[in-house]
């Protein structure tokens, strides 16, 4: 097969001859491929790459373009093509079970798109539809298409049917929250199912100053290879000073852009449904910290963990947290999931039971932002949670303003009330780390008491502590 570097470059070639209306970019990502190499060996990654590569050969025609776009993702150019035509390969292309060995028992999820301008647009448009399969639960084809309003958003809708997974390679993730298994499609070959995939808004990854620092290819390469980084905010037991535990805090160092805080890119990664390998990530990297703390000597503390999006109602999210605790042989008790009201109140019902069977293993629920949304009695009335933290915003007047203080003072009561701890975000100064403590406050963080740090500041940081105490 042609390289990345070639299909390029005759790409360029065949878009100038043929125009960008008649061409059309597909992109084919294999599914959970390090599965192969992991499970069965490099020498058989290799074989069912090169029988994946004849696969999708046989999918084309001889003039349409292919190529290995790196590692385990495809790329080909339909030319002088009809949208018929390219939906007739789309549908094809998916289905591997007639392949022999672990090829057979992979699957392909597939982006095309043939509404762009240029190249770089085809691509891009192509690259937001595969990322918006492998959301939809991978193993299946979707398009992109633009509106014709040039300043509308991107978006991606399902146009092929697809193959259920037959084996330990297969699709991992369920069906999402609100999609629907409707059997075998209308079009498509008998026992194949279809899924379709919800429409997704793809806003763009920005830098502090507004620059674009990253499209989903970029996204998906800083979560596969470590670009991303913790910091950890320390929490203190307001009562005597002690350390309760740390907030872990995701930073992308952008190779071209340096340090992004999580406002400059989580909203895309969100929208391009790559928020469970983000959380994945960010989880086994907390634990294997509080390993390597532990494993200095240090004391044994507590990590929490942000549970943002579409992930408080992944059920599956349970299972692949206790396998992360069970791999590092860490109780559920090391680890709290931080969930926003906000993100709640859009599914209750499926935020209770996947919250609920995290609390099975052992792990800890904090309400974040409490008092920001519409529905904080109701979150508090049926959903497991362990704790409250307020919005900062709250926090943030209390000495300076009565109505506020009150305010605070009332929640920690409450709180107490409901047999919860109060956990105060945003303490920016010691005169309000000293008021929440007079209230009854539980748990104090923000800059008055330390500033987010990388892990090894951490180490130093609570030896000073323990040299001073």
Wanted: hydrophobic share 45%; aromatic share 4%.
């Amino acid at each position: 097969l042609a390289n990345r570097r070639y299909f390029l470059q005759q790409a360029q070639v065949a878009l100038s001859r043929h125009g960008a209306g008649r061409c059309v970019v597909v992109m084919i990502d294999v599914d959970h491929f390090k599965r192969v190499n992991d499970q069965q060996g490099h020498q058989a990654g290799d074989a069912a790459l090169q029988a994946v590569a004849s696969h999708l050969q046989a999918s084309v025609r001889p003039q349409d373009l292919l190529a290995r776009f790196g590692g385990d993702e495809f790329v080909a150019l339909l030319t002088d093509v009809t949208a018929e035509h390219a939906l007739d390969v789309v549908t094809r292309i998916p289905d591997v079970r007639h392949l022999a060995g672990a090829a057979g028992k992979l699957s392909l999820s597939v982006g095309w798109a043939l509404h762009g301008d240029t190249l770089d647009e085809l691509l891009a448009h192509a690259d937001v539809a595969l990322y918006a399969a492998k959301a939809a639960g991978r193993g299946r084809a979707v398009a992109a298409h633009q509106r014709p309003d040039e300043s509308a958003p991107l978006t991606v809708a399902p146009h092929a049917a697809v193959p259920p997974a037959t084996g330990p390679y297969g699709p991992a993730a369920p069906v999402p929250h609100g999609a629907t298994s409707t059997g075998a499609a209308p079009d498509g070959p008998a026992g194949v199912l279809a899924v379709p995939a919800p429409s997704v808004q793809i806003p763009a990854a920005r830098s502090a100053g507004g620059r674009v620092v990253g499209g989903a290819r970029a996204l998906r390469h800083a979560i596969e290879h470590d670009q991303l980084t913790l910091h950890y905010q320390p929490k203190i037991t307001a009562a005597d000073g002690s350390v309760h535990g740390v907030e872990a805090l995701v930073r992308w160092v952008h190779p071209q852009h340096g340090l992004r805080y999580p406002d400059a890119f989580l909203p895309q990664v969100e929208a391009l449904g790559l928020m469970p390998a983000l959380t994945d990530r960010v989880l086994a990297m907390a634990l294997d910290q509080l390993r390597a703390w532990e494993a200095d000597g240090l004391p044994a503390l507590s990590a929490a963990v942000n549970l943002s999006g579409s992930g408080v109602s992944d059920l599956v999210l349970a299972t692949r947290v206790q396998q992360a605790l069970a791999d590092r042989g860490l109780p559920g008790s090391r680890l709290i999931v931080e969930v926003t009201e906000q993100r709640l109140v859009e599914d209750l019902a499926g935020a209770g039971e996947a919250l609920g069977e995290l609390r099975r293993h052992g792990v800890r629920v904090s309400l974040d932002n409490f008092g920001s949304g519409v529905s904080s009695l109701t979150c508090l009335r049926d959903l497991p949670i362990d704790e409250l933290k307020p919005d900062r915003a709250l926090v943030a007047p209390v000495v300076d303003d009565a109505r506020s203080a009150a305010l605070v003072q009332g929640t920690i009561g409450f709180a107490h009330a409901v047999g919860l701890p109060m956990v105060a975000q945003g303490v920016e100064d010691l005169a309000t780390a000293e008021q929440l403590t007079r209230f009854g406050c539980d748990v104090l963080q923000g800059y008055a008491l330390a500033r987010p740090m990388p892990a090894g500041q951490v180490a130093h940081w609570l030896h000073e502590r323990a040299v001073l105490a």
